[in-house]
């Protein structure tokens, strides 16, 4: 089973970093895209990555290269030479993450709209899949992607939109990732309606990790019973051993095993991202 958002570098995860890692391996996860959210991270994640290849009770890292929105005001133009520089790494395996969030505006929508368009320019010369956040956009993330200068592939991850982007994006040809926002009683009304809808060819699984934790899985402390786990700040942490509670939700509403699910969205992972995972 592959996850393919995970921020390995997230502070939540620094005090112990190789447990989960370990933890995830046991709990089948073979698989796991490092998500970079901005141009400093893409170069600890590519250390993480070479690490991961000597330990063999790890997971196969790979990792993304770009500059998420929220941190879209830092990009400069000197960024693109950047970004394609650091993509020609054998363990860089995307563009991004990157995209618009009008939710939060953490950065000025056309900040946003600057750093976005840019990044899909280096994914159109690299021909590397772009990774995609798309939050509240209303449309507007689709629209930068399918201008004249595209992207040769797409992954919309986290989706959590309307049917009607949901067929949008399926239009387009897009893979869609799907979260533990499923399985949030209060919020994951919408998304548990659609899921039904994306093709098996398309559909791949994240836990977006240290967030999102999914809903259904028993409280960490008692899942991992080590004192990180159980610390009060760790509570809500989520991590890629929780994968697996994403998966069943998933695979209940699609009316699919867990099992078949597990392979066919770890064969998604393995074409777009080049993952040799073998499961
Ligand atoms: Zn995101």
New binding site residues.
């Given amino acids: 089973m592959i996850d393919i958002?995970v921020n390995l570098q997230n502070s939540q995860f620094g005090d112990d970093q190789s447990e989960i890692l370990e933890r995830s391996a046991q709990a089948g996860i073979t698989g796991i895209l490092a998500c970079a959210t901005d141009l400093d991270m893409v170069s600890a994640n590519k250390v993480l990555c070479e690490y991961a290849e000597n330990e063999k009770n790890w997971p196969q890292l790979l990792t993304t290269a770009g500059v998420?929105p929220h941190d879209a005001q830092t990009w400069k133009d000197s960024d693109s030479k950047r970004l394609r520089e650091l993509s020609k790494h054998r363990l860089v395996s995307a563009i991004g993450?990157c995209?618009l969030d009008f939710n939060r505006n953490f950065s000025e929508p056309a900040a946003q709209r600057r750093a976005f368009q840019a990044q899909i320019e280096v994914a159109s010369e690299t021909t590397l899949p772009i990774f995609v956040?798309d939050?509240d956009s209303q449309g507007e993330v689709l629209h930068w992607l399918t201008q004249p200068i595209q992207p040769l592939s797409i992954i919309v991850?986290?989706f959590t939109g309307s049917a009607e982007e949901l067929d949008n994006y399926l239009n387009a040809d897009c893979y869609i990732g799907i979260t533990g926002w499923l399985c949030d009683e209060a919020r994951g009304g919408a998304l548990r309606e659609l899921v039904g809808l994306i093709p098996d060819n398309r559909i791949m699984i994240e836990t977006?990790g240290p967030f999102l934790r999914p809903h259904n899985a028993p409280e960490n402390a008692r899942m991992f019973p080590d004192t990180l786990a159980a610390l009060k700040k760790y509570r809500r942490r989520n991590e890629p051993a929780l994968l697996p509670f994403v998966l069943n939700q998933l695979a209940e509403l699609r009316g699919q095993s867990p099992q078949e699910l597990g392979q066919l969205c770890s064969a998604n992972a393995q074409r777009l991202f080049g993952f040799d995972t073998g499961d």
């Fill in positions: 958002c998420h993450e995209g956040h939050r991850h986290c977006d």
